[in-house]
């Protein structure tokens, strides 16, 4: 009788639990009073755009609020706190609460001409391709709108490479009310114009399954994004082609005593490699494209770079062309700023994700209940005396789903044509 009776209290409970979200394994009052203490504590000045009434204030409003939220909506009302203190390298890691189970298996690209579908699974293969004008009937941008509140918004950039990434959790669409239950309905556009209404589903979308757009070609730029740095020379047009797509390698790697550095391709070596081909071979253009780059390490972007500038000095006639993105990030943005201290490089593509003055040198601590990481800066980097939310490029260029699916890169492209230095950027 005794086991019945604990049995159908047990269940009881479990029933409360699946209908109330004030069911909780996590101690929250513990953990916000962790945060409340530390993050002003580690962070290199967290009070720099807020006061310290202000985030203090926001933690006691979680605090009040925690009977009505989930854990994962815990998480995620202290990322907005977070987010809304103006650094964007500082956030909770509110993943760990992620159910992998509640996304919808779409890859979405935000293109100069709206949001696409990239990859999904086979059942939605005919997706591909198709442009994402809203989901439940609330149009894409207001949604954008909504989830950038999870960001530190220092420009459009950021939230162009964030929202996709986002939108397809069924859990951050119920979050901001944008869904109410699993099925969800997406209104797209297809090559003709026409538009048309797609119920979905979460559903596992992984290497295995996944089918992606397939473009005519892949432009240049994405064929080796994966690929820490490589290089291109092409011999007709004279243009040597360098794409830094991370600011790491075996030499970063030894030096921050990590394990993986006889794994990892030498940053060294490809910058001699780099001044073989510009000694051996005629070179009217250099190329440095950044866009893909999130960051990693400067020291090493840099010493290439007051190398290349050097070389530059010696030989005037070489035209100097630096490629910016919105992934376009922290390290990255110093090299960035290299190039625009030391040389006349023609900026070329999409605003930065990064500003040039920013925090960094990222830390992290765990709340002690919950055990979601929460990651901070240490140092700022003052790349400027100008107030810049982002580096803008000198020629504005960003690509359109039909650059993409004929496999094109508008950039290289332009930069192709382009013979002249560009007046203002003459010394």
Request: proline content about 3%; hydrophobic content about 35%; some cysteine.
């Amino acid at each position: 009788m005794r086991k019945i009776s604990l049995l159908i209290i047990g269940l009881s409970f479990m029933l409360s639990c699946n209908s109330q979200k004030n069911c909780k394994t996590i101690d929250w009052d513990s953990d916000l009073d962790f945060m409340s203490n530390a993050l002003p504590q580690k962070h290199y000045n967290l009070f720099a755009v807020k006061s310290q009434k202000e985030y203090l204030e926001g933690i006691e409003k979680i605090r009040k609020n925690k009977n009505e939220l989930s854990d994962f909506e815990m998480a995620m009302s202290l990322q907005q706190l977070v987010a809304s203190f103006g650094d964007s390298h500082t956030h909770v890691r509110w993943g760990k609460l992620i159910d992998k189970k509640q996304f919808l298996p779409l890859h979405l690209y935000w293109f100069k001409d709206g949001m696409y579908i990239l990859h999904t699974t086979d059942k939605y293969k005919s997706l591909l391709g198709q442009q994402l004008l809203s989901i439940n009937h609330i149009p894409v941008d207001d949604i954008a709108d909504s989830l950038s509140t999870l960001i530190t918004v220092d420009n459009q950039a950021l939230v162009k490479n964030a929202i996709p990434h986002l939108l397809p959790s069924v859990q951050v669409l119920k979050y901001f009310g944008i869904a109410e239950s699993k099925k969800i309905e997406l209104e797209l556009k297809d090559d003709n114009g026409q538009i048309k209404f797609q119920w979905i589903e979460p559903a596992e979308m992984n290497s295995k399954n996944r089918i992606g757009f397939q473009p005519d070609s892949l432009a240049l730029c994405y064929r080796n994004k994966r690929i820490f740095f490589i290089d291109y020379y092409q011999a007709r047009e004279k243009l040597f082609y360098l794409q830094y797509n991370k600011c790491w390698g075996r030499e970063c790697e030894m030096k921050f005593g990590r394990k993986k550095a006889d794994k990892l391709p030498s940053f060294e070596d490809f910058g001699k490699h780099v001044f073989t081909i510009l000694k051996n071979e005629p070179v009217d253009k250099l190329v440095f494209d950044i866009r893909l780059n999130g960051g990693g390490s400067s020291e090493q972007g840099t010493a290439l770079i007051e190398k290349i500038a050097k070389y530059a000095k010696k030989n005037p006639d070489l035209k100097l062309y630096v490629v910016l993105g919105r992934k376009t990030f922290s390290s990255a943005i110093i090299n960035a700023m290299d190039f625009k201290r030391l040389t006349n490089a023609v900026f070329v593509g999409e605003e930065t994700g990064g500003k040039p003055n920013h925090f960094g040198e990222v830390r992290g601590f765990k709340l002690p209940h919950s055990g979601i990481e929460v990651l901070y800066s240490t140092k700022y980097f003052k790349e400027t005396d100008e107030v810049m939310n982002s580096l803008q490029p000198d020629i504005q260029i960003e690509t359109s789903f039909e650059d993409y699916k004929k496999g094109t890169d508008p950039v290289y492209d332009w930069i192709k044509k382009n013979n002249k230095i560009m007046a203002s950027k003459q010394k």
